[in-house]
């Protein structure tokens, strides 16, 4: 691996038909000494075999995984494999196999990346081949990300990183869980590309409605302790206003302004209100907990691998 000039790391689930044209393009389009690190993420129907490497004339490995462990956790075990092997003077890609990264992009990503300011350059998309509902979710999505997190992200797995960008990437617990959302956290440099999105090359993508909100909270995740302080400053003002509306409904009652069942009816809502503030916070006091635990050191990365096949 050391004797290439660019890593890829690309996870791969059922899909070698994809990943197959992927390497071939790899091979023609990119202008450099390429070396594939292909995380096989247990897959049973379509395992990667390394032929497919060696058929597009690549040096490359395929790190098949014990099980099933998503597509975050299995593209920071491939950087946890790369990280202990690679030079300070290689560079590293991530992105997906199914084609929507296209190997011809890498030179814009890889361009913005040679400036002594930048430690990953990211993909931004300037079009997406997606659905307009989905395009409408993801702008609720960013919207909600800012709000709850003060931070906006508008890039995806698609980047270029330096070596020393790598060493801290893969030190932090919060890489297998969000990978845009790690960068973000680590304080690295980033420098954005606008990138047309491509076309999947086969298949139907398995990421389905449920998968895009799960990996929508895991981005969240990763900012725990930020939307902790932001939920808890919410919750404590609509709690305070529910206090002080029960003592206006008090004074109400006091004073017999309030009709007849209307006062208990109040303060039976605003209670609600209150307890419903409090088990919020609650609930995410105890989601930082589970973030925070929940975390690999980085190496322990090993221990998702069945084996490494090399070309």
Same mark, same amino acid.
């Given at each position: 691996?050391? *004797?290439?000039?660019? %890593?890829?790391?690309?996870?791969?689930y059922?899909?070698t038909?994809?990943s197959?044209?992927?390497?071939?393009?790899?091979?023609s *389009?990119?202008?450099?000494?390429?070396?594939?690190?292909?995380?096989?993420?247990?897959?049973?129907?379509e395992?990667?075999?390394?032929?497919?490497?060696?058929?597009?004339?690549?040096?490359?490995?395929?790190?098949?995984?014990?099980?099933?462990?998503?597509?975050?956790?299995?593209?920071?075990?491939?950087?946890?494999?790369?990280?202990? !092997?690679?030079?300070p003077?290689?560079?590293? %890609?991530?992105?997906?196999?199914?084609?929507?990264?296209?190997?011809?992009?890498?030179?814009?990503l890889l361009?913005?990346?040679?400036?002594?300011?930048?430690?990953?350059?990211?993909?931004?998309?300037?079009?997406r081949?997606?659905s307009i509902?989905?395009?409408?979710?993801?702008?609720?999505?960013?919207?909600i990300?800012?709000?709850?997190?003060?931070?906006?992200?508008?890039?995806?797995?698609?980047?270029? @990183?330096?070596y020393?960008?790598? *060493?801290?990437?893969?030190?932090?617990?919060?890489?297998?869980?969000?990978?845009?959302?790690?960068?973000?956290?680590?304080?690295? !440099?980033?420098s954005?590309?606008?990138?047309?999105?491509?076309a !999947?090359?086969?298949?139907?993508?398995?990421?389905?409605?449920?998968?895009l909100?799960l990996?929508?909270?895991?981005? @969240?995740m990763?900012?725990?302790?930020?939307?902790?302080?932001?939920?808890?400053?919410?919750?404590?003002v609509?709690?305070?206003?529910?206090?002080?509306?029960s003592?206006?409904a008090?004074a109400?009652?006091?004073l017999?302004?309030?009709?007849?069942g209307w006062?208990?009816?109040?303060?039976?809502?605003?209670?609600?209100?209150?307890?419903?503030?409090?088990?919020?916070?609650?609930?995410?006091?105890m989601?930082?907990g589970?973030?925070?635990?929940k975390g690999?050191?980085?190496?322990?990365?090993?221990?998702? %691998?069945?084996?490494?096949?090399?070309?």
């Open positions: 691996m050391n *004797k290439h000039s660019l %890593i890829v790391v690309t996870p791969v059922e899909d038909s994809a197959h044209q992927l390497f071939a393009e790899l091979a *389009k990119v202008d450099e000494d390429v070396y594939i690190v292909a995380v096989d993420d247990g897959s049973i129907k395992p990667l075999d390394i032929v497919t490497i060696r058929k597009a004339g690549l040096d490359g490995v395929v790190i098949r995984l014990k099980k099933n462990v998503g597509h975050q956790r299995a593209i920071s075990i491939g950087l946890g494999y790369v990280a202990e !092997r690679i030079g003077n290689q560079r590293v %890609i991530v992105m997906d196999s199914d084609g929507e990264d296209k190997p011809e992009s890498i030179k814009q361009d913005s990346l040679d400036t002594q300011d930048t430690d990953v350059s990211v993909a931004q998309r300037k079009s081949v997606e509902k989905f395009k409408a979710f993801y702008l609720v999505y960013k919207a990300f800012y709000i709850l997190s003060g931070r906006k992200i508008n890039f995806g797995n698609f980047m270029a @990183l330096k020393d960008a790598l *060493k801290r990437l893969v030190h932090m617990q919060e890489l297998g869980i969000h990978i845009a959302g790690t960068v973000l956290l680590s304080k690295l !440099r980033i954005p590309v606008c990138i047309d999105r491509g !999947r090359y086969a298949g139907q993508s398995k990421m389905n409605f449920v998968g909100v990996h929508g909270f895991k981005g @969240l990763v900012f725990a302790e930020d939307v902790l302080v932001r939920v808890g400053i919410a919750s404590a609509v709690a305070g206003l529910a206090i002080m509306a003592i206006v008090v109400l009652k006091v017999g302004f309030a009709t007849p006062f208990s009816v109040a303060i039976g809502i605003l209670f609600l209100v209150f307890l419903q503030t409090g088990a919020m916070t609650l609930m995410m006091l989601l930082t589970v973030v925070k635990n690999i050191e980085p190496h322990d990365y090993q221990i998702f %691998i069945d084996e490494a096949i090399h070309a």
